[in-house]
């Protein structure tokens, strides 16, 4: 495994809690969600972000558990990351992660893995936006008729309108954020959410919007709004998917080498195209896209888009998976299958089906070939033909 560049961004995910009020009997960010833990799926999110450093600070005794599930969440990406033992406090355990950091990191995002299905979009919105100076969160503007009381007497009504419900990621100067917890730690000065800390040092912090989705997973009925957002159903809310289907044909011809299913095929012929023509991964972007109702790959990805000139299949699906993602839909799985005489694809399926995997941020993916007997243009070995189905899942 190759690691990326090192990082100026570093994301801390806090995931030490008891999770009493959940009432499960384990650490709430060990709890099963869909047949994946409330980490797993905030590190899947983390993980479908721009590259950063990733320090989980994990429940006392559970570290190993922990450690298992960030080293399959990110699985070939090369990112530096590691686990660190949590305190008896949240600050304690943002310390924790602190003092876990790696040079020349100036960026640090402080994230709940409560907040299991927090938009990549979002935490890369909060990273973009933090200054020298300033410290930024997301929050979502108040709809509901606010009551100032006393016991169970309403005494005076709040103004909602300057009033905004915090989320995570926050996001802060490194220098500021680790002398604001310096002092917090030194006055055992207790805060509510990171944010608070930092204004309490004198710090400044600036909002952007929040996303519904990042809702923080506190009780078991939060734990059943997530099930359904992920695919569950009741009587009365049912979540239907919803299927696309997309083909792409390209012929064999250019120079280099064959790109095909998110490989490269030294000593095949490639396939021509805008960018490199890779057939299998043009496919399914436009399943995924024709599932949600967002286009076709030549409106996002065409020849109007020159930055997109020889891009390889982890660009286009990372941006497909952000734009589902972005609209509101989970990827449940993806079955692709391609027409050709070549290349011989049986002893790199496995290898094809988790790079794909892994740039759609750890949907399932099936890839299978078949040849047609000799019949038209692919038995002729003139190209390739394609066709992907996708089930995505509505969030919202």
Known sequence: MTE???PTTAIIIVAAGSGTRLGAGTPKALVDIDGRSVLRHALDGVFAAHPMQVIVVAPAGHEQVVADELADAGSGRGWRASVVTGGATRQQSV?????ALADGIRIVLVHDAAR??????????VADAVTADAGVIPALAVIDTLKQIDGDAVVAAVDRSVLAAAQTPQGFPRAALEEAYARALASRDEHTDDAALFAAAGGAVHRIPGSALAFKITTPADLQRARLLLGGSTASAPVIPRIGVGTDVHAFGGDGDLWLAGLQWPGEQPLSGHSDGDAVAHAIVDALLGAAGLGDIGQHFGTS????AGAHADVFLARTARMLADAGFAIGNVSVQFQGNRPRFSSRRAEAERALSDALGGASVSVSATTTDGLGFTGRGEGIAVTAVALIIPRS
């Open 4 to 6: 990326y560049e090192a």
């Open 95 to 99: 310390a924790a992660g602190l003092a």
């Open 116 to 125: 299991a299905l927090t938009p990549p979009s979002q935490i890369d919105a």
């Open 305 to 308: 888009h020159p930055e997109y």
